[in-house]
């Protein structure tokens, strides 16, 4: 019989990530306020992790608190995404009233482009571009 | 009240996170097309979590291959960030992986 704690733990670490990347910037592009999803992630994450200090098995406890602790994440990574769009590093939603507000600044760096929409440059082959022309490593993105 | 579920929980936010880091340093020394490699790797620890006795080394084990596979993923988004300067891009070429032909016709996968 084989040990499915370690792919139970698996499976929820990947859809804990996978929710981080795609659903919350799916999230951030649809609410008007992110405060709301914020607030909701962060009930859920700590019920969870509650729930998880009374499981009645060591892999529901730790499911739940993995999903739990990347809740409360995501709650902060609503904000991160939030800025990524003002900067332009992640695409506006025009329909969104508070991503339109960002549009409409001027001098904004916001856009409806999705600039990592594209293919990498093959590493191989070597570049003249040497070093980042706007982040150097601080990027959060 | 058992602790050992959050113990677990703040190990996989810590293994995130320091995928965030081998992510970044691994794109910027070899390219995004060592891909397959850590993606195997993640493979290899989930599918050796079957076989301990152990739970809660089974569950380390589960959670440090799912954030290699991740990882794997994300190698490709972090190269076109480097590609728009948003992190820094090591000057000249980086080493072709084994088997690079057949990895550049499959395509990176991402999330």
Redesign the interface.
């Known amino acids: 019989m ?13 859809l ?3 929710w981080g ?2 659903g919350v910037r799916r999230l951030e592009a649809r609410s008007a306020d992110v405060r709301p999803p914020a607030l909701a992630l962060i009930t859920l994450g700590l019920g969870l ?1 509650l729930y ?4 009645p098995s ?9 999903i ?3 809740l409360l ?1 995501d709650a902060f990574e609503l904000y991160r995404q939030q800025r990524r769009v003002i900067k332009g ?1 992640a695409p506006a939603n025009p329909a969104n009233p508070r991503h339109a507000a960002y549009l409409a600044t001027p001098n904004s760096r916001a856009t409806t482009a999705d ?2 929409k ?10 003249m ?9 601080t ?1 959060s ?1 | 009240m058992n602790w050992a579920g959050i113990a677990l929980g703040l190990f996989s936010f810590g293994v995130i996170g320091f995928g965030f880091v081998w992510v970044i340093r691994t794109e910027y020394h070899l390219g995004y097309l060592w891909w397959p490699y850590p993606l195997l790797a993640g493979i290899a620890l989930i599918g050796g979590s079957l076989f301990v006795p152990s739970i809660g080394l089974s569950a380390l084990l589960g959670i440090a291959g799912a954030s290699f596979i991740w990882g794997a993923t994300e190698l490709k988004e972090q190269a076109v960030r480097a590609d728009l300067g948003w992190f820094r891009k090591k000057p000249g070429g980086k080493p072709a992986p084994p088997l690079a032909g057949i990895i550049k016709k499959i395509g990176a996968p991402h999330l």
Do not use: K, Y
Not at chain 1, 129 to 137: D, T
């Open positions: 084989p040990q499915l704690a370690g792919l139970s733990m698996a499976t929820a670490t990947f804990g990530i996978w990347h795609v992790n998880s200090l009374f499981a060591l892999t529901v406890a730790g499911v739940c608190s993995i739990g602790i990347t994440w590093h600039l990592l594209r293919e990498p440059a093959d590493p191989t082959l070597g570049s571009q040497s070093s980042g022309r706007l982040g150097h490593g990027s993105d």
